[in-house]
């Protein structure tokens, strides 16, 4: 038996035992005590920007500044259409300058109407209930303010983002859906804005006064 290795291997030990951090081998497990480590601190959950946002493409020069309850990205930011979704994504404000629309039970795309707002009041005779209309400004153009909702499905109604949109995903009146729609007239041109909830929702005041909150520090034009 090597009784140097023996010993120099015990010295060893001894050392690492003093400093407190053990030794062993495979046959006689020593345990180790191990002092508790500070728990480490997780990112900070990311906060929804208040800042404004621009819109880099939008036919008609818009900035906003994004609700809270709405993620500060938009899902979309094209020529005719703007759109953020709430976190849990069932929530949206649109901003839509529709290039075409689908009149209810109709296949065939239309150029939208001179006048949008007599034309949505029109929709009553299809199904639609228009409550709660208000008038306001966005940007000192006179906008109008209507919570809409309807019996059945009118697709395509409110519009479409490009003239050859298939009908199915354009914008229109859903019986599941209340929208909180602002008609505003642009120049020659009317861009529509809203915000959707479910039917029934409980929290769809909150989101409502978000939107509007958004309209009145918005510029457009």
Not at 160 to 167: A, D, K
Not at 198 to 204: G, L, Y
């Amino acid at each position: 038996m090597n009784h140097r290795a023996n010993r120099t291997t015990s010295a060893l030990c001894l050392a690492v035992i003093v400093l407190g951090t053990g030794c062993a081998s495979d046959k006689d497990p020593v345990a180790v005590t191990v002092p508790p480590t500070a728990p480490s601190t997780s990112p900070a959950e990311p906060t929804t920007s208040q800042t404004p946002f621009t819109s880099r493409t939008f036919a008609i020069p818009f900035t906003a500044t994004v609700p809270g309850l709405f993620k500060p990205a938009p899902t979309e930011d094209t020529r005719t259409l703007v759109s953020w979704a709430a976190a849990d994504g069932e929530r949206y404000i649109r901003v839509l300058l529709p290039a075409v629309l689908y009149r209810p039970d109709s296949t065939s795309p239309q150029q939208p109407p001179a006048d949008y707002l007599s034309y949505l009041r029109s929709l009553t005779s299809a199904g639609a209930a228009f409550t709660n209309e208000t008038s306001t400004t966005v940007d000192g153009h006179s906008a109008t303010l209507v919570t809409a909702s309807t019996t059945r499905s009118l697709d395509g109604t409110l519009g479409c983002p490009g003239p050859q949109t298939p009908i199915e995903v354009c914008f229109g009146l859903q019986p599941d859906l209340a929208l909180r729609i602002a008609v505003i007239p642009v120049g020659t041109s009317t861009v529509i804005a809203w915000v959707r909830t479910e039917q029934d929702d409980p929290e769809a005041a909150t989101y409502v006064a978000a939107f509007e909150s958004m309209l009145s520090q918005a510029q457009l034009g």
